[in-house]
């Protein structure tokens, strides 16, 4: 029994409830003060170093959800026709989190390797993924805000080989992709709060990616959004040091192993 249940079908929630939860997560960092005893980066740093303006990035995260939301309705109808079975049977609780873990490796793995490739091959980089760094300090509004090939590539894609290989129903999935837009939009808002769940239960957090995001960090730190494995296994992993900035705020400072 979910709280949707009666009024919303499962495709429809796993279909609009990620793009619903992305605005009202990134919102509430948009309306914060300015908190910059928590910064990564100073105001005035994200104020000249980013090339490209508020309204362009939120057209960017428009576009990308408008096509992420046409391959989800693609995606469970097909799926949904392809069942022998008009009753969907929701798994018990330890098969759901079992399949979200599968995802969540699933779709590290991909985005790793679509992503490191994409820093590797010239075009790709110049034609299509620099267009996401042009946020050289990231922001929560601007997690999504990629080339319209790369959001396809990169994080529908991946989002339809998670679902396909984990196995999970349209009603697990809903758990799974709004939980998987709240830890982007996490990693990106550029701040190192006090007590964030995230921080503490995963080494891929913000910090590790604004090593990501900084010049010399572009060639390290490519796995998103859960797990820092592949980057580890593959030496592409780049440590980092917390350093506080004595006008406030934090500095996160690569690291050579």
């Known amino acids: 029994m979910v709280f949707w249940e ?70 469970f109808m097909v799926t949904s026709m392809a069942s022998s079975s008009e009753v969907v049977v929701q798994p018990s609780l330890p098969v759901q989190l079992l399949q979200i873990i599968v995802a969540m490796l699933v779709m590290d793995t991909w985005q790793y390797f679509v992503h490191r490739y994409m820093h590797q091959n010239k ?43 984990s196995g999970m129903t349209a009603r697990t999935a809903v758990i799974f992709f709004c939980f998987a837009v709240i830890k982007t939009v996490d990693d990106h808002c550029g701040l190192w709060l006090p007590g964030n769940i995230f921080h503490l239960l995963f080494q891929n957090n913000t910090a590790y990616h604004d090593i990501h995001h900084q010049l010399q ?19 592409t992993h780049m440590p980092y040091s917390l350093v506080k900035r004595p006008e406030g705020g934090f500095e996160a400072r690569p690291m050579k192993d």
Do not use: C
């Open 6 to 75: 009666g009024y919303l079908s499962d495709e429809a929630m796993g279909t609009f409830a990620p793009i619903v939860v992305y605005w009202l997560y990134a919102g509430i960092y948009q309306i914060l003060p300015p908190l910059d005893h928590y910064r990564l980066h100073t105001r005035k740093e994200k104020e000249e170093k980013n090339l490209v303006p508020l309204s362009t990035v939120i057209k960017g995260v428009l576009l990308q959800q408008l096509a992420q939301a046409t391959v989800a309705q693609v995606l």
């Open 123 to 165: 075009f790709l980089y110049r034609h299509v993924h620099s267009q996401h760094h042009r946020l050289v300090v990231p922001y929560a509004i601007g997690a999504l805000y990629n080339h319209p090939l790369e959001g396809l590539l990169l994080d529908t894609f991946g989002g339809v080989i998670s679902f396909l290989v």
């Open 217 to 235: 960090g572009t060639k390290y730190n490519y796995s998103q959004p859960f797990f820092p494995i592949w980057d580890k296994l593959l030496g």
